[in-house]
């Protein structure tokens, strides 16, 4: 296959934009919590579960459905994949009752696995030698369909009905599903003989002989889980600390920009230097974010600095571990990613989950408590597995 022609600026420019639209459909959620328990009159610690499922269901999307890109065509499996996650999006929309949208909002989360069946997709097309530049830009994209998703959710929460949010978001899913259908690459690879059983049977194996892997799984739970830590509570602290609505929080989210715009140039320091080295640079940036949002989280202006440093962090976590997942082998690559990104939403919804109930009980202070522990995780698996000093450069 010729990989230059396979993938062009175009084409990349595509599949970026892909991955932003269909992932911000598990981060709308977050900057309107507030407004959801106002309208189901329920607790915020309940929203906060429903929060949880949409991320839980992600991850559980992403162990059963992503593997599949190994075996099916990617062309058609993306397509499908975002069809049933309009519907899911239009049941949020339509959702009666809390319990309603919780089913909702997990079927959103299983359904919206498209954005890791590209990324594999592009690292197959990508030439060897320069796929840590089109993961990251691809990855650019997907951040920046999280980054937009908060700032729209809370801005558009701020003067409409908050279902509204879900009901643009399906009809942006369906724009983009046609686009996709005429402009998406056809997928070159041979008809796959897999069984999915045998598929399935073989993560485990992946996981238990790839040290690298399992390096990254435990990076991306970690650093993902303390970004969650601070996401899905930043509205209820804005609330409390500042009488702020859901707007401000939705305007906080765009201070990751930083992250977008450094996307490209983490990709490129991952094939020019080391991954390890830029994983370190994820967790550095991380623990020195909730430095600050601890010792100056009362101030916004130290809210402003720590969410840069940690959208920072995040970010290079994720480029490099990506490149690092994707160098291991282009024959399981929809596999490993599934392995890695099961693995980095399991801690996101863990990250949720602990956040909202530090939040409920113990307020900010144990907000930054769960927020350290998942850093001291990461610092530990960072030392004891470690990431290879040079990228597998696999065809």
Same mark, same amino acid.
């Given at each position: 296959?010729?990989?230059?022609?396979?993938? =062009?600026?175009?084409?990349?420019?595509?599949?970026?934009?892909?991955?932003? *639209?269909?992932?911000?459909?598990?981060?709308?959620?977050?900057?309107?919590?507030?407004?959801?328990?106002?309208?189901?009159?329920?607790?915020?610690?309940?929203?906060?579960?429903?929060?949880?499922?949409?991320?839980? %269901?992600?991850?559980?999307?992403?162990?059963?459905?992503?593997?599949?890109?190994?075996?099916?065509?990617?062309?058609?499996?993306?397509?499908?994949?975002?069809?049933? =996650?309009?519907?899911?999006?239009?049941?949020?929309?339509?959702?009666?009752?809390?319990?309603?949208?919780?089913?909702?909002?997990?079927?959103?989360?299983?359904?919206?696995?498209?954005?890791?069946?590209? *990324?594999?997709?592009? +690292?197959?097309?990508?030439?060897?030698?320069?796929? %840590?530049?089109?993961?990251?830009?691809?990855?650019?994209?997907?951040?920046?369909?999280?980054?937009?998703?908060? !700032?729209?959710?809370?801005?558009?929460?701020?003067?409409?009905?908050?279902?509204?949010?879900?009901?643009?978001?399906?009809?942006?899913?369906? &724009?983009?599903?046609?686009?996709?259908?005429?402009?998406?690459?056809?997928?070159?690879?041979?008809?796959?003989?897999?069984?999915?059983?045998?598929?399935? +049977?073989?993560?485990?194996?992946?996981?238990?002989?790839?040290?690298?892997?399992?390096?990254?799984?435990?990076?991306?739970?970690?650093?993902?889980?303390?970004?969650?830590?601070?996401?899905?509570?930043?509205?209820?602290?804005?609330?409390?600390?500042?009488?702020?609505?859901? %707007?401000?929080?939705?305007?906080?989210?765009?201070?990751?920009?930083?992250?977008?715009?450094?996307?490209?140039?983490?990709?490129?320091?991952?094939?020019?230097?080391?991954?390890?080295?830029?994983?370190?640079?994820?967790?550095?940036?991380?623990?020195?974010?909730?430095?600050?949002?601890?010792?100056?989280?009362?101030?916004?202006?130290?809210?402003?600095?720590?969410?840069?440093?940690?959208?920072? %962090?995040?970010?290079?976590?994720?480029?490099?571990?990506?490149?690092?997942?994707? =160098?291991?082998?282009?024959?399981?690559?929809?596999?490993?990613?599934? &392995?890695?990104?099961?693995?980095?939403?399991?801690?996101?919804?863990?990250?949720?989950?602990?956040?909202?109930?530090?939040? !409920?009980?113990?307020?900010?202070?144990?907000?930054?408590?769960?927020?350290?522990?998942?850093?001291?995780?990461?610092?530990?698996?960072?030392?004891?597995?470690?990431?290879?000093?040079?990228?597998?450069?696999?065809?």
């Amino acid at each position: 296959m010729d990989s230059e022609k396979e993938l =062009s600026g175009k084409t990349v420019l595509l599949m970026a934009i892909a991955t932003g *639209i269909i992932v911000a459909n598990l981060n709308y959620i977050q900057p309107i919590e507030g407004l959801i328990a106002d309208s189901f009159q329920v607790s915020k610690a309940a929203v906060g579960v429903v929060a949880m499922l949409t991320q839980l %269901g992600y991850a559980f999307g992403l162990l059963f459905i992503v593997p599949l890109g190994d075996i099916f065509n990617r062309y058609h499996l993306i397509q499908i994949m975002l069809s049933l =996650s309009i519907l899911s999006l239009l049941l949020a929309f339509w959702a009666p009752s809390l319990i309603i949208f919780g089913v909702a909002s997990l079927l959103v989360g299983i359904t919206s696995v498209a954005p890791q069946i590209i *990324i594999p997709y592009a +690292a197959y097309l990508a030439p060897s030698l320069h796929r %840590g530049k089109v993961l990251g830009n691809v990855l650019s994209g997907l951040l920046t369909g999280i980054l937009l998703s908060r !700032s729209v959710s809370g801005l558009l929460g701020s003067v409409l009905s908050w279902q509204y949010v879900y009901l643009i978001a399906a009809i942006s899913c369906t &724009i983009l599903l046609g686009v996709l259908h005429l402009y998406l690459p056809r997928d070159p690879r041979q008809k796959q003989h897999m069984q999915y059983g045998k598929v399935m +049977a073989s993560l485990p194996k992946l996981l238990a002989k790839e040290k690298h892997l399992q390096g990254s799984a435990i990076n991306g739970f970690c650093l993902f889980g303390v970004s969650n830590v601070l996401w899905s509570t930043l509205a209820f602290y804005l609330a409390h600390q500042y009488h702020f609505g859901s %707007g401000v929080a939705g305007l906080l989210g765009l201070l990751g920009i930083t992250g977008v715009l450094f996307a490209s140039i983490i990709g490129q320091m991952v094939d020019k230097y080391s991954p390890r080295m830029t994983v370190g640079l994820g967790i550095l940036f991380s623990t020195l974010s909730f430095v600050i949002f601890t010792s100056l989280g009362h101030l916004f202006i130290g809210l402003i600095v720590g969410i840069v440093l940690l959208d920072l %962090g995040t970010q290079f976590g994720q480029v490099s571990n990506q490149a690092i997942v994707q =160098s291991l082998s282009l024959q399981a690559s929809s596999r490993n990613n599934s &392995i890695f990104m099961f693995s980095y939403f399991l801690g996101g919804s863990l990250g949720t989950f602990f956040g909202t109930l530090a939040w !409920s009980n113990f307020g900010w202070s144990g907000v930054c408590l769960v927020g350290t522990i998942f850093l001291v995780l990461a610092l530990l698996g960072h030392l004891f597995l470690k990431e290879p000093e040079k990228l597998q450069k696999v065809s």
